[in-house]
């Protein structure tokens, strides 16, 4: 047995704890759960790229708003369901100085985070017409999309986006939009786990198919205009952030304050339905769910139903953010850059002992410096490598849990110290001595 950094009868002894039978198979929280135990028990500490948790302050401008909030008694009242007035008409100012798109306040919706609001939008999408049934993922995506499904009891297929960048997506997306029962497409722009970005001609693919086949867009926003390769904080003048807005109206987009404004904790997002699909009747809601228009059965009922609101105070913060973004005096995007920073260092150590970076390409494009990157190692599967990793203090996630077709890691960089990269360096040399690649 190698003598590695962490002792491998403290890991093997907690994988057995946490009855986790295939660490590749592990999901997000289980990797979590698995390291904190290691760790309670090791004098060494994990460079953990396992869970895609800010790693900055909030905003302040947002605890500012929301401490306000609280002191003028909002925490005993009941929010409006579709949201309060402020945190609406910011919204869509936001989405206007930034993405180049119109949407009244009305379609703008807060939520408990993006995830409540990728669930209601899930939950009535697949019950917009019978012969619809299934919703489509373009992968690799977030692994807990397809764990809400699954609660749901809702169907779904995916495919992985790799082979089919450029014009070959569209074949690829009328190969299966053709058939008639898909209800909606979801993706995340940039993307988790692999920091691809969809092209301006991938976007208008999706948005014309959509049209074509009528169908909904879900589009992910969770690390809006984190392509830090452009200068994408410019409100009110391009370079906007790419969005399939432009090229349908069946879309709904997911903007969250967790990684752009480092509010993850007070989980608060905003939902934003286009005007056309907001108003849309649909015959098999009024079955479904006793109300016609989509608009409405999110609100008045799928969020009724869920939450009775979004936290009263979380909304003043967020339309506080949104407010001073949308002024000019808060740069959201240079708040955020230290992660591209990070992320530029920590890929070239893996790259040096060994490692391929797995989506490395954005068409003929090097992939962004961002949030996340992915990693594989030369004749190793993900999970042999994430298995054998956890012995040198190095968490992150399998690629095939993110639905992805190729082997590897995904690492995030958000909590990764900068503190830590010397160690990190040593660790991946040693690695790359115990298996020589």
Known sequence: ?????????????????LRIEDVGQASIREIVALVNLIEAESPEKFIRMEMGVPGLPPAQVGVEAEIEALKSGVASIYPMIDGIKEVKQEASRFVKLFMDVD????????????????????????????????????????????????????????FDIFNFRGEKLREKLESILSKGHINSVIYSNPNNPSWICF??????????????????????????????????????????????????????LFISSSKIFSYAGQRIGIMVISDAL???????????????????TITLRVLYAISSGTSHSAQYALAAMFKAANDGRFNFVEEVKEYGEKAKIMKRLFLENGFTIVYEKDGDE????????????????????LNKLLFYGISAITLKNTGSELEGLRACVSHVKRSQFDDLERRLKQFHADFPA
């Not at 047995?1 to 704890?17: A, G, W």
């Not at 379609?107 to 299934?134: E, I, R």
């Not at 006793?290 to 608009?295: D, H, I, L, R, W």
């Open 1 to 17: 047995m190698k003598n590695t950094p962490i002792n491998q009868e403290l890991v093997t002894k907690n994988l057995s704890r």
């Open 103 to 158: 949407v009244a306040p009305a379609g703008c919706v807060p939520t408990v985070g993006s995830m409540q609001g990728t669930y209601s939008a899930l939950l009535v999408a697949s019950n917009l017409d019978v012969k619809k049934d299934t919703v489509l993922f373009i992968d690799p995506g977030f692994p807990v999309q397809k764990q809400q499904m699954m609660v749901m009891g809702c169907k779904y297929e995916s």
């Open 199 to 252: 092209t301006e001609e991938e976007l208008q693919i999706i948005g014309e198919l959509a049209n074509k086949y009528d169908i909904v867009v879900m589009e992910d926003l969770a690390y809006f205009a984190m392509d830090f390769r452009k200068d994408l904080f410019s409100p009110g003048r391009p370079p906007y952030q790419p969005t399939v807005a432009r090229y349908t109206n069946n879309y709904v």
């Open 278 to 296: 907001y108003n849309r009747d649909y015959e098999n809601l009024k079955t479904r769910f006793q109300s016609n228009s989509f608009g409405n």
């Open 366 to 385: 090097p992939i962004a410096d961002g949030f996340y990157f992915t990693i594989g190692y030369p004749g190793m599967t993900g999970g042999e490598l």
